[in-house]
């Protein structure tokens, strides 16, 4: 990983946006960065820090509340204005991930909201371009993959940390780095959590009543399964008796048919079919009586009867006729007269003539019918004409029917046997028919009866099933505990030997970087870390043992420093440094020593944070074969402001990047 920039807005006490570039050149790692006391360098270093990790920057068991605390002091304020809206940082880097080497972006903004919380947004850009396919744990889950939390304090650490590491005397704050370091605080963690795994799965009352209770379950199945096997057993009894009285019905009706007993059941049915077809029979009868009485002989004659309607026709003409003639005649002198006087006696003779007429030279009637009874007559003889016949046609239709119909039920009622014959057939059948009504009630209490075992026994395997599946978990928890405490031997064993394979490392490096940092040269033999305690025990060369509080103050913070340095050589990552004021208990060798050898070595990129008066003008100087940038911070006293300039401590030399 390389830093390539770091851009600040309204953050602490940088106004504005500050960029802060950080980019390195060939055999060039260092990049100085310059400040007097207050003007904004450990807020560098807690940008670094706040951007990659957010709020587990501040430690592990910092609160939400806490965090939001320290972001609201970290929005920029003027002194006689309100505090800025929104702050963020962005660190840009490139680094080589699946062995590609790619240019990231990581921006971590905070903006203050009416209720008085804080709102962060963390975003990721990739080669220009935004990764938006992960969530916010995603992205940080990420950024920890590239400088785990666990070592940002061999990488990203101040004065303090040196000086605390200094003066561990008892080997607490060694112990915490080398755990972080080795991963070590999480396999004690893994390990406290797998014992209590242990302590829950190996309760041994709690297992006993497990079996307990299963034992029961298991009872109550089987005594459920015999419940149901002795109802499906009763069932099949009655189910049997059933069968058999089923098939003695079927015989019995088989019987009663060949002997007419299914024409014995329809004796009532044949008995009214013949009463109703002999109903019908009398009633065609007697309609046809009354048409031979009335008008169906003038039906056969058909033409004498035509002959009469004839004859009543011209009769009611020749009354007609008289009927005219009588009126004629008596209007006639009346009539005679008017003509006259109209005509003036030109009248002619012709109508006289007519007016004259005789009507005793018509045809006289022959039948003195009167024209009411010659009408009977008339539609008598016309039904005759048109319906009689008809209708005696229907009527012996209908009588014929009628009558073969009473002979079929007289013919079938003829084959029907006695029924004292058909008596002990049916009373058998009878008899049959109670009987397996009664197994019908027998058969529903059986299969009710079935049915309540049936529940029984489901209701009694669900619970064993339910045990069983505890008791299973129950000793899978138990071989699980014993995999687990397996597991912890096995963590504890790894966790010694790679303890003890690392700290043997970190004892040579931490020796041979002391040296190099050291004086006095070749001080020391050996530097031991005791496994138990980590307590540090520095050897001389003679091999005799130098006393921890027989160094300088100096001497010991040389000591930390090359503790640190071996810590960060045993992480085996290439990761850049960023050290805050590390050389303020060094005296001018001390501090050329570190300038020289510590800081040109220990990285591939080393951003130094600190004073003119720890590396000042000549130390600057005498770095500037390593030294790729050098950036000021210039704080302006009177807006309570630092911007970013280029130079160290001669911000005159180049250009201010402010683009606040």
Avoid at 34 to 61: I, M, S, V
Avoid at 362 to 375: E, G, I, K, Y
Wanted: hydrophobic letters at 40%; proline letters at 3%.
């Amino acid at each position: 990983m390389i830093f390539k920039t770091l851009e600040l807005l309204d953050f602490g006490i940088y106004a504005g946006r500050q960029e802060l570039d950080l980019r390195t050149k060939r055999k060039r790692p260092v990049i100085l960065v310059g400040g007097t006391n207050g003007a904004g360098k450990t807020t560098l270093l807690e940008a670094f820090r706040l951007c990659l990790y957010g709020r587990r920057a501040l430690g592990p068991r910092v609160s939400q509340d806490a965090y939001e605390a320290r972001i609201h002091s970290r929005f920029h304020h003027a002194p006689q204005g309100e505090a800025a809206e929104e702050c963020g940082i962005t660190l840009s880097f490139e680094h080589v991930h699946s062995g590609r080497s790619s240019d990231y972006a990581v921006s971590r903004r905070w903006r203050r909201l009416e209720n008085g919380a804080v709102r962060e947004s963390l975003t990721l850009e990739q080669d220009g371009k935004e990764v938006d396919d992960l969530s916010d744990a995603s992205r940080q889950d990420f950024l920890d993959s590239l400088l785990p939390p666990g070592l940002a304090g061999f990488f990203l650490f101040d004065g303090e940390q040196i000086q605390a590491l200094a003066d561990d005397e008892n080997g607490a704050y060694l112990a915490d780095a080398v755990k972080r370091l080795l991963g070590l605080d999480l396999i004690d963690q893994l390990q406290a959590d797998l014992r209590r795994f242990v302590g829950r799965a190996s309760s041994e009352s709690g297992r006993r009543a497990l079996d307990e209770a299963l034992a029961a379950a298991e009872a109550n199945a089987d005594e459920a399964k015999t419940q149901v096997e002795m109802a499906e057993g009763a069932r099949e009894l009655v189910q049997e008796d059933q069968d058999a009285l089923d098939d003695d019905l079927a015989r019995a009706r088989d019987r009663l048919a060949r002997e007419g007993g299914t024409l014995a059941k329809e004796r009532a049915k044949l008995e009214g079919e013949r009463t109703k077809a002999a109903a019908h029979v009398a009633t065609a009868e007697e309609r046809l009586r009354a048409l031979i009485a009335g008008l169906l002989p003038f039906a056969i004659a058909q033409g004498l009867a035509n002959d009469v309607a004839d004859r009543l026709g011209a009769e009611q003409s020749a009354e007609e006729d008289e009927i005219i003639a009588r009126r004629i005649k008596a209007a006639a002198p009346r009539l005679k007269k008017q003509l006259e006087v109209k005509s003036g006696g030109s009248v002619s003779a012709a109508i006289l003539e007519q007016l004259e007429v005789n009507t005793d030279k018509r045809p006289p009637r022959r039948h003195d019918v009167s024209a009411a009874d010659r009408a009977v007559m008339l539609e008598q003889l016309r039904t005759i004409r048109e319906d009689v016949r008809g209708d005696a046609g229907r009527l012996s239709k209908q009588l014929r029917r009628a009558q073969d119909q009473r002979e079929r039920a007289e013919s079938r009622l003829a084959e029907v046997p006695d029924d004292d014959a058909l008596s002990p057939i049916v009373q058998e059948i009878h008899g049959i028919e109670h009987h397996r009504g009664q197994l019908v009630s027998e058969m529903e209490r059986a299969e009710e009866e079935l049915r309540e075992a049936e529940h029984e026994l489901r209701t009694a395997e669900r619970e064993f099933r339910k045990l069983n599946e505890k008791a299973t978990k129950t000793s899978k928890d138990n071989e699980s505990a014993q995999t687990a405490l397996r597991t912890v031997r096995l963590l504890e064993e790894y966790g010694e030997r790679t303890e003890v394979r690392r700290l043997a490392q970190i004892e040579l490096e931490a020796a041979r970087y002391f040296n190099r940092l050291s004086r006095k040269g070749e001080l020391l033999s050996r530097i031991t870390i005791d496994r138990d305690s980590f307590r540090i025990q520095v050897v001389r060369w003679d091999q005799t043992e130098l006393p921890k509080d027989r160094l300088s103050a100096g001497e010991k913070q040389l000591l930390a420093i090359a503790i640190l340095w071996a810590l960060a050589k045993a992480s085996q990552r290439p990761l850049p440094v960023v050290v805050d004021t590390p050389l303020a208990r060094l005296d001018a060798e001390h501090r050329r020593r570190l300038l020289t050898e510590y800081l040109p070595n220990v990285s591939h990129q080393v951003v130094v944070l600190s004073t003119d008066t720890e590396v000042d003008v000549a130390a600057a100087a005498e770095l500037e074969a390593v030294t790729a940038r050098r950036i000021f911070l210039s704080h302006d006293l009177e807006h309570a402001a630092t911007a970013v300039a280029e130079g160290y401590f001669s911000p005159t030399e180049g250009a201010v990047s402010n683009a606040g």
